[in-house]
């Protein structure tokens, strides 16, 4: 099974909790031409880290990193959801009763689904159960 | 490789009846032509006959920086302005400056202290010296210039700042060591790759003498690790004449030249001497100065000294490297932190940079520690756990070396700031 199509190339971003930083990322992605999909800010204490996912992850990469940001990719899922109650819960109970932990998620409701995308512990295997379970993943190749 | 080989191996016997003869012709001079140090003997009920052996030394009373700025500027000089060829004033980052007199022959002194200094460091008349270290009142640039023509070698004396040129002389003109504060030397080191320079790779550079600063043995291995050079620890202050005495190839203290200076390491409190090994306040007395009389001289840097000699069969004194200053211990809820410790620590540990940055602060009645450090970009992990772990660990590191709980926050990598002449790490709020 070709795992790989579904891993989607998402873009981590350290930055310090100030007034500024994100205006700082977003707008390198701008004068880049890069369009962002969906991202999210998880903070800690004093610090926080810029996820994203956009259309051209490796042009990020070189931009953030020239003005100094530290920034990684991580791979994740983005998991189509049904847009109405329990949409949610179908995709959290396949992964739950797989004992595959979700490391951190967040969503967007967009034109076509609402996406949930996820960074789980086992990738490979959170596919094989989501696609079993008849569910529908999003392809990398739809990002880029 | 030694520039005067007879002096640097003599016996120690013999070297200790030279410095007494030193000093007590230093002593006499001083008893009859200077006001302020007859008026101190008077004071201590000592005369220059009870100088019987060198031990004898104790007797006299101790000078203090504030005795050169109550005497401001000139005082306390005993040469006349014919007999003076120099000034140099200290950077006074510990307070009103100081002002520094050289005759010619302390200006000779100076300069053979270097130049037997810089030959133990491996280097001679085929190297070039890139001399960034700033030129002008301060005395390392002029100071390291002189010593570095003495033995041969050819200076760039590229003073400190405008970095990017500094990289691209060395470069050019194929700089083979530098001279200038641990702190710049690292930020050179970013500069350059920034520029898309290794110095490691693309330079001739092969050795370093860092000081002006304290500095960690952590930091001289990170240094030559990624910088690809040897790097020796420099020592003087400008009261001393400037810097004077480096380490040599071994590594292994830093050698104080027993016919210029007589050294001794003291309790900061009690002003007894403390045993050899053991750290303290260092006292120096230059023995054969002239234009400005620095006689057991309380220096305010912490260190330990040994008499043994050393491995490069050199048989002068070594101190050992200074590890912080008695004034500039952090007393944080009634425990003494030396930032030294703090910077030993952070060395330690790799996913931290090079930078870092200490406030001290005073919240509802209770010091705080803050500790600011760059994450290193490889030690980033995009989980929040990974990063609070990491924070944690450097405060735990941080409190089993310093005894007393630091913060630690994580900063992006190059926004701590960088220093180009010596490094100002501490903000202590408690005092505004």
Redesign the interface.
């Known amino acids: 099974m070709e795992h790989e199509k579904y891993f989607i190339k998402?873009i981590?971003v350290?930055?310090?909790n100030k007034p500024g930083r994100l205006a700082a990322i977003a707008k390198a992605m701008e004068e880049e031409g890069v369009n962002i999909f969906a991202f999210s800010i998880?903070?800690?204490?004093?610090?926080g880290?810029v996820?994203a996912l956009v259309n051209h992850p490796d042009k990020a990469y070189r931009k953030l990193t020239s003005l100094?940001?530290?920034?990684?990719f991580?791979d994740v899922i983005g998991v189509r959801m049904r847009d109405q109650p329990g949409g949610l819960y179908e995709v959290a109970r396949v992964l739950g009763e797989a004992n595959i932990n979700i490391?951190?998620s967040y969503a967007y409701s967009g034109k076509e689904a609402a996406v949930l995308i996820l960074?789980v512990d086992n990738i490979r295997s959170a596919i094989e159960k989501i696609l079993a379970h008849g569910g529908s993943l999003m392809e990398a190749a739809f990002f880029s | 490789m030694y520039w005067d080989s007879k002096m640097e191996t003599m016996d120690r016997e013999e070297l200790g009846r030279l410095q007494h003869r030193l000093l007590k012709t230093l002593v006499y001079r001083l008893y009859s032509f200077s006001p302020f140090y007859h008026r101190r003997m008077e004071e201590a009920k000592v005369h220059p006959d009870d100088l019987k052996t060198l031990a004898d030394v104790t007797k006299l009373p101790f000078m203090f920086k504030r005795d050169l700025r109550d005497n401001y500027p000139d005082k306390l000089f005993t040469a006349t302005k014919e007999e003076l060829v120099r000034y140099h004033v200290s950077s006074g980052t510990t307070g009103k400056p100081t002002v520094v007199g050289y005759t010619e022959n302390d200006l000779e002194e100076w300069t053979v202290s270097l130049a037997r200094a810089l030959t133990s460091c491996g280097l001679g008349a085929k190297d070039v010296i890139q001399v960034s270290y700033g030129y002008g009142l301060f005395t390392g640039g002029l100071g390291l210039h002189y010593g570095a023509e003495r033995i041969g070698a050819t200076v760039i004396p590229t003073s400190v700042g405008g970095t990017e040129r500094q990289i691209e002389l060395m470069q050019d003109l194929g700089a083979t060591a530098i001279c200038c504060t641990p702190s710049y030397l690292l930020h050179m080191g970013e500069v350059a790759e920034k520029m898309g320079v290794s110095i490691k790779k693309d330079t001739k550079m092969r050795v370093g003498i860092l000081g002006a600063e304290p500095w960690t043995a952590e930091m001289r291995n990170r240094i030559q690790d990624w910088l690809g050079i040897s790097a020796y620890d420099i020592y003087g202050t400008s009261e001393l004449s400037g810097p004077l005495f480096t380490e040599c190839t071994e590594q292994n203290g830093i050698h104080v030249w027993g016919d210029f200076a007589y050294t001794e390491v003291v309790d900061p409190k009690t002003g007894e001497e403390v045993a050899d090994g053991e750290k303290g306040e260092l006292v120096m007395t230059i023995l054969k100065k002239e234009a400005l009389p620095i006689v057991r001289f309380r220096i305010g840097d912490i260190t330990s000294m040994t008499r043994e000699v050393c491995a490069c069969g050199r048989t002068h004194p070594r101190i050992m490297r200074i590890t912080g200053r008695v004034d500039d211990m952090l007393i944080i809820r009634g425990i003494n932190v030396f930032p030294s410790m703090i910077e030993h620590t952070l060395m330690g540990i790799p996913e931290v940079g090079q930078h870092f940055q200490i406030v001290v602060d005073r919240k509802h009645e209770l010091d705080t520690l803050l500790v600011r450090v760059e994450?290193k970009?490889e030690a980033?992990?995009?989980?929040?756990t990974d990063?609070?772990n990491l924070?944690a660990g450097i405060e735990k590191r941080l409190e089993s070396a310093l005894t007393v709980h630091a913060d630690v926050?994580?900063?992006?990598?190059?926004?701590l700031p960088r220093f180009e002449g010596k490094a100002k790490r501490v903000t202590d709020r408690r005092k505004l």
């Open positions: 998402q981590s350290f930055s310090e998880a903070e800690a204490d004093g610090f880290v996820r100094g940001f530290v920034v990684s991580t490391e951190y960074r | 994450v970009p980033f992990s995009d989980k929040i990063l609070m924070k926050e994580l900063a992006e990598p190059g926004s």
